[in-house]
């Protein structure tokens, strides 16, 4: 299982951090901060449960395509830690 630092580290490896956090904020529903989230939420439920990707400005496909990735990423065993 990947940690919140590896998860953290991914999304600004991939330029990403910085539209998930905007995203994620302009949710009023959110009570918690986006670093609670990162440690609290699944990780196969990061980018799903996180904002409404056709509401963004990035759009739908785009961010269809990052959680596809995404979700390789964290099934890949080698870079999980023990």
């Known amino acids: 299982m990947k940690t919140t630092e590896q998860i953290t ?13 905007a ?11 986006v670093s609670v989230y990162l440690k609290r939420t699944s990780p196969a439920n990061l980018f799903t449960c996180a904002f409404v990707w056709h509401d963004t400005k990035e ?7 990052i959680n596809n ?5 964290i ?8």
């Not at 580290?9 to 956090?21: S, T």
């Not at 995203?23 to 959110?30: A, K, L, S």
């Not at 990735?69 to 990423?73: I, P």
């Open 59 to 65: 759009g739908n496909r785009y961010w269809f395509n």
């Open 69 to 73: 990735n995404f979700l390789k990423w």
């Open 23 to 33: 995203n994620y904020n302009r949710g009023v529903q959110h009570k918690m901060s």
């Open 75 to 82: 099934n890949n065993e080698k870079d999980n830690v023990q």
């Open 9 to 21: 580290q991914w999304l600004k490896g991939q330029r990403l951090y910085d539209k998930f956090v």
